[in-house]
């Protein structure tokens, strides 16, 4: 999902007027806009904006930074500590929901969803509040799920930061026995975006699936450290990516390497992961694989459609798709995405599109 949420960051530009008096009434409007936290851009106070951007100076140790908060992420279920893999907040029926997963061994994966009635409207939710929860055998953020053992329960949550997805979650579940069993955690922004990508070596080749994230960073880091006759990256099953301002990284690191990219007639890639597919210097479609393609939300509710073409929100991804597939067609390509379906769908290119956006630099019919 990419930029699932957006947050607030602080930037200034002053426009200047031609004559005096409208100069101070435009200055006054941007300083009024930078001290509520805004961007000040065409004579628009864009709110919610946020530079999303990571230099490539500072991804490798934003990146650590992210992996140790992500390896004291833990949750705790009957004073017992297990690991939380996942933290993804959602919205159903103009309502926001939380699915945390944790893993419980080795194989096998519990998710909490938990059931707020508060709207998106009502950002930033501030306070302390009480709501349903549903505890699930299996990975929900992997659609794999048992609701027949499913355990219901209460939670209290408290919010910290909202802005870093800072939330104190306790609450108590009931088993089929009727005894109660409480659990607690406190979940983070990192967690949201560290993804649950799986790296498979076979033979020259790495098998690439799942959610991308900050941990594909580091697997595609250790492939080319300790696999470097591994060249190609076999893309599978792929839903997108979690953290986008790091998998721009990932895919420059695959480019810098001269990877070469691969989806199979059977692959199903979207949103980020066609992002990352990208970036491949080669780039091989089989016939009937599935290349989704969909615009992203939201800066001052407004979709990236509608936000004008030199807003600096589209910055980044100019400079990605530039990166990927040249000045012209590359930034085209990214505009292409934001028209071909909303945020909340997909688009599934069609094998003339795949060809004229010069996604595969090989085609296999």
């Not at 810098?256 to 970036?279: N, Y």
């Not at 969909?294 to 589209?314: E, F, L, M, R």
Request: charged share 25%.
């Amino acid at each position: 999902m990419k930029r699932a949420i957006t947050l607030a960051l602080l930037i200034t530009i002053i426009l200047i007027s031609c004559t005096p008096q409208l100069q101070i009434k435009s200055i006054r409007s941007d300083q009024l806009c930078n001290e509520n936290g805004g961007y000040w851009y065409n004579n628009k106070c864009w709110k919610d904006y946020k530079d999303e951007g990571i230099s490539k100076a500072e991804i490798d140790s934003t990146v650590e930074a992210q992996l140790k908060t992500i390896a004291k992420s833990v949750i705790h279920i009957d004073h017992k500590t297990y690991h939380l893999v996942s933290f993804l907040p959602f919205e159903e029926l103009g309502r926001i929901m939380f699915v945390a997963v944790y893993k419980k061994n080795d194989t096998t994966f519990k998710s909490l969803l938990i059931i707020t009635n508060k709207k998106m409207k009502d950002n930033p939710i501030t306070g302390t509040f009480r709501t349903p929860v549903v505890l699930f055998d299996g990975n929900m953020i992997g659609g794999e799920i048992n609701d027949k053992t499913a355990l219901e329960g209460r939670a209290k949550i408290e919010v910290l930061n909202f802005d870093n997805l800072e939330f104190d979650i306790k609450g108590k579940l009931v088993n089929t026995n009727k005894d109660t069993i409480t659990f607690d955690f406190i979940s983070n922004e990192a967690i949201l975006g560290a993804g649950n990508s799986k790296l498979e070596i076979k033979g020259d080749e790495a098998y690439l699936s799942g959610d991308l994230g900050t941990i594909t960073y580091i697997q595609i880091k250790d492939l080319i450290k300790n696999h470097p006759k591994v060249k190609t990256i076999v893309m599978t099953k792929i839903s997108g990516s979690l953290n986008d301002a790091v998998n721009m990284h990932t895919g420059r690191i695959l480019r810098e390497h001269g990877f070469t990219t691969k989806v199979l007639s059977t692959s199903d890639i979207a949103s980020g992961g066609v992002d990352l597919f990208c970036a491949g210097k080669k780039r091989i479609v089989e016939k009937g694989a599935k290349i989704g393609i969909h615009s992203w939300c939201c800066v001052n509710d407004v979709t990236a459609q509608k936000i004008p073409k030199d807003h600096p929100a589209h910055r980044y991804q100019i400079e990605y798709f530039t990166m990927a597939l040249g000045p012209i067609l590359g930034p085209e390509f990214y505009f292409h995405t934001l028209k071909a379906a909303n945020f909340n769908g997909i688009h599934y290119m069609s094998d003339n599109e795949i060809k004229k956006w010069n996604i595969a630099t090989d085609f296999i019919e």
